[in-house]
């Protein structure tokens, strides 16, 4: 087991943000969702301090709409590699390669109280190749150009999603926040330079590579079967069922601290719940 964050292993035991595991698991009761806020907070850190973030406040009356167009950027993104496509099968957003897209910037020129002002894409998930996210921006900044040209529509904002490799097993080798935020970053620029448009503001949406390295699940052990010289099963107290019901409880730990977020729930719940 590979430890992240906060995890230290001290006389056998498991401390997650200086909390006993066996300790939380005793009151909670397993399985038992724990996270580790510090790695959390760090790791959000980390993105904001690469991007930026700008809070809006939104004026609720009299305004008009800004929208994004999701579009599918003839991406495929693999766990390990990627493949560019003219691919259109996909549920979400408008494919380049059919001209669906330009028959969708035709008309939203007739709403007036709707503005384009964004570009979304998600590429896929577990994506360790940084190359597919360099080709996405291309992508999306050549049609910038062509919108603002063909459309006379200025596009402010390009999302590329999320989809941040994370570690899973000894196999994946995810790039690290900086690395990514590193390469990504300035390619916008680049291409705007190249292409002599403006510079839209680049958003991400990183969601596992946040939170994956930084949850972990507590069991408990019923049964050890050693079978001599071949191998030795360990079974626990969950597995594929975690996610149906009861649902386990939710502990966010920092400094010697474990915070309920979420109680576990009792099979007087699921009753009520049917009532
Ligand atoms: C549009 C969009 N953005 C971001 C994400 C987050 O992906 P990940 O958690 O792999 O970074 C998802 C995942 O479903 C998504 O659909």
């Not at 390295?213 to 071949?230: E, F, M, P, Q």
Request: hydrophobic share 35%; proline share 3%.
């Amino acid at each position: 087991m590979k430890l992240h964050g906060t995890m230290s292993v001290k006389n056998r035991n498991l401390y997650i943000g200086g909390v006993k595991c066996e300790k939380i698991a005793k009151k909670y009761s397993t399985p038992l969702y724990v996270f580790d806020e510090k790695l959390i907070r760090q790791n959000c850190r980390e993105y904001v301090n690469y991007f930026k973030v700008k809070e809006k406040i939104c004026k609720r009356h009299d305004i008009t709409q800004n929208i994004y167009f999701r579009i599918t950027p003839g991406i495929e993104a693999h766990t390990h590699e990627y493949i560019k496509t003219g691919q259109i099968d996909s549920k979400f957003g408008f494919a380049l390669a059919n001209g669906y897209l330009y028959e969708a910037l035709g008309k939203i020129r007739d709403y007036k109280n709707i503005s384009l002002i964004g570009l979304h894409a998600h590429i896929g998930y577990q994506i360790f190749e940084i190359d597919s996210y360099m080709d996405a921006v291309d992508i999306m900044m050549n049609l910038v150009k062509k919108i603002i040209e063909n459309f006379n529509i200025e596009i402010k904002e390009i999302d590329l999603g999320g989809g941040i490799g994370v570690y899973y097993t000894k196999y994946d080798s995810p790039k690290t926040i900086k690395e990514f935020c590193e390469s990504i970053i300035n390619r916008p620029e680049r291409a705007c330079q190249k292409l002599k448009i403006n510079k839209p503001i680049l958003i991400i949406e990183p969601g596992r590579s946040i939170v994956a390295n930084a949850g972990s699940t507590l069991y408990t052990i019923v049964s050890i079967k050693d079978i001599k010289d071949i191998r030795t099963y360990v079974s626990v107290d969950g597995g594929m069922t975690d996610n149906k019901i009861p649902k386990p409880a939710v502990v966010f730990i920092e400094n010697g601290k474990a915070k309920l977020i979420c109680k576990r729930q009792t099979y007087k719940d699921l009753i009520s719940l049917e009532l």
